[in-house]
Structure formats: structure tokens, C-alpha cells
């Protein structure tokens, strides 16, 4: 009888450990990257970062055009993925709640959510790149916008979804067509949870470096030309990364930083929505 | 017992409909034609003579074989039932038994359930509601409905009771769009609990007065029926009767049909009460009379409490 049980705590004392060391491990993972980061990026964090271009081997700069490009380029692909995203959410949330059609999409929003994201910086260079004959920060924005749609379509989705079907209810039994209970009522209820949405989609978007290698490419130059090539953080970090030279290497860990802080920025605030939203929201 | 209609082959619908008047006022049964037996019942029950489509002069609805099919259940099957004018009709039921998807018929929410189909016909007023012709909003403005649940809008008070003469264009202007409110929220005895507040957020209501609220939202639109669906059974004893008192003053100028759990509510708001049992209307008469004397003997056991 004791021994049984004896045998039955070690037992649970062993899952414990295990579950506990494979914790530790992914924080500690975690960890080594967040601290590689900082330590090496730190020493490089100075004003001239954020006033000066990305300079030539062996020249002083900073990363100004770079992220200046990274901001146009998200907020562009966000101005032009957010809409579509959000109204295909909804007509799988409101319209097509069942229908065959909406379990295909659903589907293929899905493939496209897990799709690795060199693929999507293929099909724009195919379909703009090539056409246009150059490199653009439109494209660019375009395969950002790309890779945000099955973000935005899947929160969204999933947000409508809580908005309790009484109150959707209650409002077509007023005479309200759906398109009107849509946007005065399950918007409204939904919105902090649309806006999350949004920002985790910023987040996923802004760190992308494959889409944009193929698409917006880089300038080492200040430009504002949506129809130029537009350097970005991500680009920039990967060709100052691999180079040999000291100075890029030191700007490239910089900017990784920079680009670590943005996002898990984005993500407090997005958590931090998230936690206020039952009170935000009535059952 | 055999009734006039039975076994005659008929295809003249005005004779059906003359055959059922004359069993309807002679207190007889006309064996409706049961296309859709409920699901492990065999047929005892229609034995007994009764009078399910009493025939009421000047209904409000008047609803004749409406059946519903939930993706090829049967939901409810020929039910003919005439609503008065003025009066509180309480459907009652053990659950299951069609009440809601009865009531969901007739502001036609029954639509946006997918797979959902309804046959015969509803008339409102003599119009039929159940024709493609039919504008729904228009109907729901008609026709409004009081849920289960309070679900205000997560919108202010003033907003909840104001969206509806939004979206209808009710209201010429602000003044007239406060005045409409106003007259609502004292319609439903909730004004002078909520005239000091009517910026905070409808939520911030007790159940009962959500409910309250809940209600002015429908009366606000300025219906001619009110359908409720069991709008107490989320509420305590002291809202619950505050409701009741208030269907009670709403009846003098709405028609108020309400499905209801209870028995006890069911004699105490309403004049007219119609007994359903798995999708069928078993018995339709004056409430009194169904609770003193029902006429068949699934309703008398049913309000003799043997189920349900």
C-alpha cells in the first residue's frame, strides 16, 4: 500500500522534473538570444542610429533609411492587408457562418497563415517585380500586406466570434440588417480585440525579411520613392550580418535589437488589451 | 369519436377551412393531417376531440399549418393558431416541445438559423409574412421580441433604447429622438431608476432592469406584438413580478405573445394559453379554461405536473 503510493509520487516527482527541464530549457533559449541581443547591441545604440544612413564599409552611420523603410512598409501593407483581412473575417464570422465555401477558406487561410514567407516574397517578385522591371517599396509593401491578410482574417474571425450571439440577435430582431448589426453592434463589442489583432499582425509583419529581399530589396540611400527599391531593418541585419566588415556587423546587431524591442513592445500592448478585455466587453 | 372532415378525401381548401370552423366552434376535433408524426410517438394523442385552430374574429396573427423543418427535423408541424389583439397568449410547453421555434416564426428569426424551413402560412394583419415579398426588418418592426437572456447593447441606455428608431428613422431629429426614448423607458417602468444615468453603460443594470431596458429597446421602435421568450427565467422572484406587472400595462396596447416555463405565469399574465407537446399545438383555449378544465389529457397531465 505505502509502497505503491511511494512509487506513485516518485512517478509524478519524474514527470515534474522532466516538464520543469524542458521549461527551463525554451527560457533558457530564450534567454541566451535575448541576452546575446542586448549585450551586443547595446554598445551600438546611440543617437546617430536613429539621424544618420546606413554607411559604407569603414564610414560611420546609423540606421535611419532602414527604418524609416521597415515603418512605411508596415503601415502601408497593414493600410492595404488590415481592410481585406478584417471584411474576410467577418464574412466567415457573419455571413458564411457554416457554408462550404467558408470551411475553404477557412482552409486555404490557413495554408496561407503557415506558408513559409519566402514563398510570398516569390510570388510578388513574379507578379510585380518582374512586370514593373525593379524593385519597390510598394512591392515590398504588397508582400507584407500579404503575409498580414491570414493574420488579420484568423483574429478577426475569432474575435466576432465572442461577441455573444444574444446581443446579434437582439439587434436583428429589431429590424436591423445584418450589415447595420455588423458595424454598430459586433464591431463596437469586438473592436479591442480587432485592434489586437492588428497590432500582433504589425508584429509578425515587421520582423519579415524574406518577403522583402525579393520585393523592396535595399538602398543605402535616404528615399521616399514608393517606386524604388527602400531599405529596411530586416534587409539591412541580413546583408550588415553577413558582411565582414566590424562596423556593419556592430550596426546589423543594433538594429536586431531595435527591431526585439518594437515587437515585443507590440506584444505587451496587444497582451495588455487582451487582459482588459472582459471588462471592456459585456456578457 | 369521428369528426365531420375525417376520412372524406378533400382537395377544395375552402371547405377544409368551412370544416374547421364548424369543428372549431362545435368544440370538435379536426383530425389535422399529421405529415410529420413526432419522432417516437405513435398517434394517441390526437384520439381525444380536439380544437387546436380556434378561430378568433379580428386576430392579429392568424397562422394556419405552419410547420418547420430544422435541416429535416421537424421543428413544429401544422400548427393553426389565431392570436387576438390585446391580449397576452402564453404558449406553454415541456422543453422541446416547438414553443420557441413557434415564436421565432413569427418575426420570422427562424431565417437565420441555416437549414431552417417553414411551410403554411402566417398571416399578420392579412398579409402574409412568410412570401419573399415580405421586407423582414419591416416585420421586426412590427413584430418585436423580447429575449430569454437580457442582452443590452454594449452601448449606453439612451443608445440601447435609441438604436432602434436609428436604424428605422423613427425620430425627426434629436428632440423627437429623446422624446421617443423617454416615453419607452416609462413605458417599461424603468425611468425613473435610470433618468439620472442614462450615459452609463447598459450593462451596468441589475438583470431585472436590463430586462426592463430590454423591453423599452423593443417598444421604442413602437410595435404592434411583442413575442417573449421566456423573459424571466434569468430573473429573480421580485423582477420577475415587476415584468409581469408590466406585461399587464403593456397589454392595453400591445398583443403579447410570451413562452413561458412557468404555469403559474402562464395563469397569471395572460388571457389565452396554448399548450404545445413535441412540435405539436395540442390545445388552445382561455387560460382559465386550460387550467381548469383542459380538454385533452396531455395538457391535463401536463399541468398537473405527471411531466414535463
Known amino acids: 500500500m505505502t509502497r505503491r503510493r511511494q512509487v506513485r509520487k516518485l512517478g509524478n516527482a519524474v514527470a515534474l522534473g522532466l516538464s520543469l527541464l524542458a521549461t527551463l530549457i525554451g527560457l533558457a533559449c530564450l534567454g541566451a538570444i535575448l541576452w546575446t541581443l542586448v549585450a551586443r547591441g547595446i554598445s551600438g545604440l546611440s543617437v546617430q542610429l536613429f539621424t544618420q544612413m546606413t554607411p559604407p564599409p569603414g564610414g560611420t552611420g546609423g540606421l535611419l533609411n532602414a527604418i524609416y523603410g521597415s515603418l512605411v512598409m508596415s503601415v502601408l501593407g497593414m493600410f492595404i492587408g488590415a481592410p481585406i483581412g478584417i471584411l474576410a473575417g467577418t464574412y466567415l464570422a457573419e455571413y458564411g457562418r457554416d457554408a462550404r465555401l467558408s470551411s475553404v477558406i477557412r482552409f486555404v487561410n490557413d495554408v496561407l497563415l503557415s506558408a513559409p514567407s519566402i514563398i510570398v516574397g516569390l510570388f510578388v517578385y513574379e507578379v510585380l517585380v518582374v512586370r514593373m522591371g525593379h524593385f519597390s517599396a510598394i512591392a515590398g509593401a504588397v508582400a507584407l500586406a500579404i503575409i498580414a491578410i491570414p493574420v488579420m482574417v484568423r483574429t478577426t474571425e475569432d474575435m466576432l466570434r465572442l461577441v455573444p450571439q444574444g446581443m446579434k440577435d437582439a439587434s436583428t430582431a429589431l429590424g436591423a440588417y445584418p450589415w447595420r448589426t455588423i458595424t454598430s453592434i459586433v464591431y463596437p463589442a469586438a473592436r479591442s480585440g480587432i485592434v489586437t489583432g492588428l497590432l500582433l499582425a504589425v508584429a509578425r509583419v515587421s520582423g519579415e525579411t524574406a518577403p522583402l529581399l525579393f520585393t523592396a530589396l535595399n538602398n543605402q540611400f535616404w528615399s521616399k520613392d514608393l517606386n524604388a527599391p527602400m531599405a529596411n531593418l530586416p534587409v539591412v541585419i541580413f546583408q550588415f550580418a553577413l558582411s565582414p566588415y566590424k562596423d556593419w556587423q556592430q550596426l546589423a546587431w543594433s538594429g536586431a535589437l531595435l527591431i526585439t524591442l518594437a515587437i515585443l513592445l507590440l506584444s505587451v500592448i496587444a497582451r495588455l488589451i487582451i487582459s482588459a478585455l472582459p471588462g471592456g466587453r459585456s456578457q | ?308
Open chain 2, 1 to 308: 369519436m369521428s369528426t365531420p372532415g375525417d376520412g372524406i378525401p378533400v382537395q377544395d381548401t375552402a371547405f377544409v377551412s368551412e370544416q374547421k370552423r364548424r369543428a372549431a366552434e362545435g368544440g370538435l376535433n379536426l383530425k389535422p393531417s399529421s405529415r410529420m408524426p413526432a419522432p417516437g410517438s405513435p398517434e394517441p394523442r390526437r384520439a381525444v376531440g380536439a380544437a387546436p385552430a380556434a378561430r378568433i374574429e379580428d386576430a392579429v396573427f392568424s397562422c394556419r399549418d405552419v410547420s418547420v423543418l430544422y435541416a429535416d427535423k421537424p421543428g413544429l408541424s401544422n400548427v393553426s393558431i389565431d392570436i387576438a389583439r390585446q391580449q397576452v397568449l402564453a404558449v406553454i410547453g415541456p422543453s422541446g416541445c416547438g414553443k420557441s421555434t413557434f415564436l421565432r416564426c413569427l418575426n420570422r428569426m427562424n431565417d437565420t438559423i441555416a437549414g431552417a424551413r417553414v411551410t403554411g402560412s402566417i398571416l399578420l394583419e392579412g398579409r402574409d409574412i412568410l412570401g419573399k415579398e415580405q421586407d423582414v426588418a419591416q416585420l421586426r418592426a412590427q413584430v418585436g421580441m423580447v429575449f430569454q437572456k437580457p442582452n443590452p447593447f454594449p452601448k449606453s441606455i439612451f443608445e440601447n433604447v435609441a438604436y432602434g428608431p436609428r436604424i428605422h428613422g423613427l425620430a425627426r431629429g434629436s428632440a423627437d429622438l429623446d422624446d421617443i426614448v423617454c416615453a419607452s423607458l416609462r413605458r417599461a417602468g424603468l425611468w425613473n431608476e435610470v433618468k439620472d444615468r442614462l450615459s452609463r453603460p447598459g450593462t451596468s443594470l441589475s438583470g431585472g432592469q436590463q430586462q426592463r431596458l430590454c423591453i423599452a429597446r423593443t417598444i421604442a421602435v413602437q410595435p404592434e406584438v411583442i413575442l417573449m421568450d421566456e423573459p424571466c427565467s434569468a430573473l429573480d422572484p421580485v423582477a420577475t413580478a415587476r415584468i409581469e406587472d408590466l406585461i399587464d400595462e403593456l397589454r392595453a396596447s400591445y398583443t403579447i405573445v410570451i413562452v413561458t416555463h412557468s404555469m403559474q405565469q402562464a395563469a397569471r399574465v395572460s388571457q389565452r394559453t396554448a399548450y404545445f407537446h413535441l412540435g405539436e399545438l395540442i390545445e388552445v383555449g382561455e387560460t382559465n379554461r386550460v387550467f381548469t378544465n383542459p380538454r385533452q389529457k396531455l395538457t391535463e397531465d401536463y399541468i398537473s405536473g405527471r411531466f414535463g
